[in-house]
């Protein structure tokens, strides 16, 4: 079984910062892409910042337009664990933040499935 377990997230204040960190356990083979999604309040669920191809030398990140420039995705590899770093938070980006990954595991080796976390709130606010 894989699991994502999330944490850092926290209310703070416009203008702050805050680093979500989710790392994926399990016996992992490889990952295909690993990142984050949030979903506001009455709003879809849509794509933060993603690594794909992210066990390639060319990995690829992809980042919202309404995050870019504030927003940072990062992975360490070897503990199979993807960062968010959230600088200069506005109220819009309050919202429940999920960590996806495409990987594949000992148990569906060669076939890729998707896995999400649990969610971490995120609450910028004065």
């Known amino acids: 079984q894989v699991q994502l377990v999330e944490s850092g997230g926290g209310l703070v204040q416009p203008g702050g910062s805050l680093t979500l960190s989710c790392a994926a356990s399990g016996s992992i083979v490889s990952v295909a892409a690993m990142g984050w999604y949030r979903r506001s309040p009455g709003e879809e669920r849509e794509l933060v910042a993603i690594?794909?191809?992210?066990?390639?030398?060319?990995?690829?990140?992809n980042i919202a337009d309404s995050v870019k420039g504030r927003f940072t995705i990062s992975r360490d590899k070897p503990k199979n664990t993807v960062y968010l770093q959230m600088n200069s938070l506005k109220p819009e980006d309050t919202a429940d933040y999920y960590c996806?990954?495409?990987?594949?595991?000992?148990?569906?080796?060669?076939?890729?499935?998707?896995?999400w976390g649990q969610g971490t709130q995120v609450t910028v606010s004065s």
């Open positions: 690594i794909t191809r992210a066990d390639d030398a060319d990995a690829t990140t």
């Open positions: 996806f990954a495409k990987l594949t595991h000992r148990g569906t080796w060669p076939s890729t499935e998707n896995y």
